[in-house]
């Protein structure tokens, strides 16, 4: 007999993920997953109450009463759930991968600051001819969207059959999806720029270091606490980015390799770029609205049934659990939706999410094949709102379906 694949989980990070957390951090120049371990331990302290809170433990409620919150919380987080999730295969207990996922970044009065690349045109009348210049300016957006971040896998899980790293990047829309009222109406993605393999930036050695005198780890590191220092130093007119060396100036809105799969993932979910770039690397800034993003949209609650054999199943996606206490799992899985509405999965699968028949869970149905723990599967059906319009009592008429499909075409026009 055929030895089955094996099964991964997605759960919320625990103070002993901390040393392998610290280990990753150190793989990547991320600003939400520093090389410094009090922050990180502060992150998932933060991140436990925020799965409390989700679960509905009123008990949990944790935000501080003012801007600069303790452990290198800055103003910009201090007053947001933040929920740091971590995959690992069942039963090891060892950390693989990881990613988070910040309800608000900011508000007004505490502003996420980034670069507007604006293009300028200039003409000579005596010459007949003109030139086109792109300039960046200081942008203080205030509207608090909800952040993606954190996103790493340990190199040798990278390009797994399984697609890991998608599904630790994947969980954080299934959350948001179960969870649409803690999150805002808009996603922001900072992408990472191409940084050095000794962690340095060029962009930001040629154009933010000459208005503040730091080096760049020294910039990022400071960031934890405060982002006020950009806008007392950086300047309030236009940058010529012609007057940066060509090599630099190529970098801006640009993502170094390894990010490269990440920026596809997200394109292909709808996020664009507008022309806003990070003021450290020139890093690309790229946003989607929450409600058009279709994971979201397919992400559904329904009470669990009685296990099913793995020939019985029709479908497959992500599943999680969330109890009071804010113990969240979540797998890949193949899945069944009966006729009363439940959600059937196999025992395996109920065995990893430690869950049991009358439990409420999540289910994101993937329209993309993906590879559970013990065997391939087809592209899901979508059950999502028809398992929705079942508890509720709503019929889905076709002509809405029509308009959804209709649009999806026009977005990937």
């Excluded at 279709?294 to 009685?306: N, P, R, S, V, Y």
């Excluded at 025992?347 to 430690?354: G, N, R, V």
């Amino acid at each position: 007999m055929a030895k089955s694949a094996p099964m991964f989980i997605v759960r919320r990070a625990m103070m002993s993920d901390l040393p392998t957390l610290h280990k990753m951090s150190k793989m990547v120049h991320f600003i939400n997953l520093p090389p410094d371990q009090e922050i990180i331990a502060s992150k998932i302290r933060n991140s436990r109450k925020s799965f409390m809170r989700a679960g509905g433990n009123a008990k949990s409620v944790h935000k501080p009463k003012g801007p600069g919150g303790k452990g290198g919380i800055s103003e910009k987080t201090a007053m947001a759930d933040i929920f740091m999730f971590v995959i690992e295969e069942v039963n090891s207990e060892a950390c693989i991968g990881t990613s988070q996922l910040v309800s608000q970044m900011g508000g007004p009065g505490h502003p996420n600051v980034c670069f507007k690349l604006e293009t300028r045109e200039k003409y000579a009348e005596d010459l007949k001819f003109g030139t086109k210049h792109t300039v960046a300016r200081v942008h203080l957006d205030e509207s608090g969207p909800t952040e993606l971040g954190g996103l790493i896998m340990q190199p040798s899980f990278r390009g797994h059959k399984m697609k890991l790293g998608r599904f630790v990047a994947l969980i954080r829309f299934h959350f948001m999806g179960l969870h649409r009222k803690m999150f805002r109406p808009t996603i922001l993605a900072e992408l990472m720029a191409p940084i050095t393999s000794n962690g340095e930036s060029l962009v930001w050695d040629t154009l933010g270091r000459r208005f503040i005198p730091l080096s760049y780890d020294e910039a990022d590191r400071f960031c934890q606490y405060s982002r006020e220092f950009m806008t007392e130093l950086l300047p309030e007119g236009d940058i010529h980015l012609s007057l940066l060396p060509p090599a630099a100036r190529a970098q801006i809105g640009e993502v170094g390799p390894d990010t490269v799969p990440a920026k596809r993932m997200l394109e292909n979910l709808g996020f664009k770029y507008d022309g806003f770039v990070d003021p450290f690397d020139g890093g690309p800034y790229i946003t989607a609205k929450t409600d058009e993003i279709e994971l979201i949209q397919d992400t559904f609650h329904a009470k669990l049934g009685a296990s099913v054999l793995h020939e019985q199943t029709d479908q497959a996606g992500i599943v999680s659990v969330l109890s009071v206490d804010g113990d969240f799992r979540a797998v890949q899985t193949a899945f069944q939706v009966d006729r009363s509405g439940k959600l059937r999965l196999t025992s395996e699968a109920m065995m990893a999410l430690h869950a049991d028949v009358g439990v409420e869970a999540g289910c994101t149905a993937m329209r993309v094949p993906i590879e559970v723990g013990n065997g391939k599967m087809p592209a899901a059906k979508k059950p999502g709102k028809k398992a929705a319009a079942k508890k509720t009592g709503k019929k889905v008429s076709k002509k809405s379906s029509k308009k959804k499909v209709a649009k999806k075409k026009t977005a990937r026009k």
